[in-house]
């Protein structure tokens, strides 16, 4: 039996992507789209977009309510995507969000909601299943290294910094790795900012540059050796595989998970 998926944000970078991903999946079909520009009018009416009869929303109630789904597919911005999550949940329809930026909060409130409503939710600052063993790893090193630095590098269009990877990456270490405050304990930034973000004592860099998609270097030193993990997603396609496999398994889950490690 077809998944019937309804999906935010058709026209970005990250959307568009999953549209053709959920055409070309046999099992998967788009039913509804959620774009704030092109309310009443069908995916075919707009530029770029495929050819089929897809009806669009701006208002996302309006949508949950005229059209029947199991799937919702967030890919939008942070406050956006955190109100259609909410929607979602709150209509038993199973939000699979790619959409970076949630305040721990959010996640925590969102988790509850899940649970209260026996729904099953996905959310994952990265889809891509390199990413994902890179965090594993990271975590497995943490333990026997206490000074890490994280520098993650994306284009320039991205809205928040540190990226929702560099944060979950440093949660998992901080899992392992016994608390340090990275770097000399009397340094003195001369440029504010110089030494990255701080959390738990780790450093975190962002680097925003056009030509770049998403990568992330997690850099291990100790005692006369460095141990670097990298991961880089070339393109968007890149994270397709990561939906497909959250849209699968969300079907039979009725809770929050955060992070696709947690569904691998
Ligand atoms: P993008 O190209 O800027 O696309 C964002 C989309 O959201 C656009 O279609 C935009 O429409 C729409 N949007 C913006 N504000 C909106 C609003 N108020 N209401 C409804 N729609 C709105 O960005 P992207 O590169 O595709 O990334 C989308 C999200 O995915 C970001 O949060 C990014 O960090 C995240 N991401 C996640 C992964 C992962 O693996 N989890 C990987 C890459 C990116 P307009 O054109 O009208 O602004």
């Not at 309804?6 to 959307?15: E, N, S, V, Y």
């Not at 990226?163 to 000399?184: D, L, P, Y």
């Not at 780790?202 to 100790?222: D, N, Y």
Request: charge should be negative; charged fraction near 25%.
């Amino acid at each position: 039996m077809a998944i019937n998926i309804i999906l935010a944000g058709p026209r970005g970078r990250m959307g568009s992507e999953a549209v053709q991903m959920v055409l070309k999946e046999a099992d998967f079909k788009l039913v509804a789209c959620i774009d704030r520009k092109f309310d009443g009018q069908h995916l075919k009416d707009i530029d770029g977009m495929p050819d089929i009869d897809v009806p669009v929303f701006q208002d996302i109630e309006k949508c949950f309510q005229q059209v029947k789904a199991d799937i919702f597919i967030d890919l939008t911005v942070p406050e956006v995507g955190y109100y259609h999550t909410k929607k979602a949940l709150e209509n038993k329809i199973r939000p699979v969000v790619g959409t970076t930026g949630f305040t721990d909060e959010q996640i925590i409130e969102l988790t509850e909601l899940a649970k209260t409503n026996h729904t099953g939710c996905i959310i994952a600052p990265n889809f891509a299943i390199g990413a994902v063993l890179m965090m594993k790893f990271s975590q497995m090193a943490g333990k026997y290294f206490s000074d890490v630095e994280i520098i993650e590098k994306h284009h320039d269009k991205k809205l928040d910094a540190p990226s929702g990877t560099a944060k979950k990456t440093a949660e998992m270490i901080m899992e392992t790795r016994e608390f340090k405050k990275q770097g000399h304990q009397d340094e003195k930034e001369t440029i504010k900012g110089s030494r990255g973000g701080e959390m738990d004592g780790m450093r975190i860099h962002s680097v925003r540059l056009p030509g770049l998609v998403a990568h992330q270097e997690v850099i291990f030193g100790s005692s006369g050796q460095t141990l670097s993990i990298k991961h880089d997603s070339l393109n968007r396609d890149s994270f397709m595989e990561g939906i497909k496999l959250s849209v699968l398994k969300v079907m039979d889950m009725n809770e929050l998970a955060y992070g696709l490690e947690n569904i691998l």
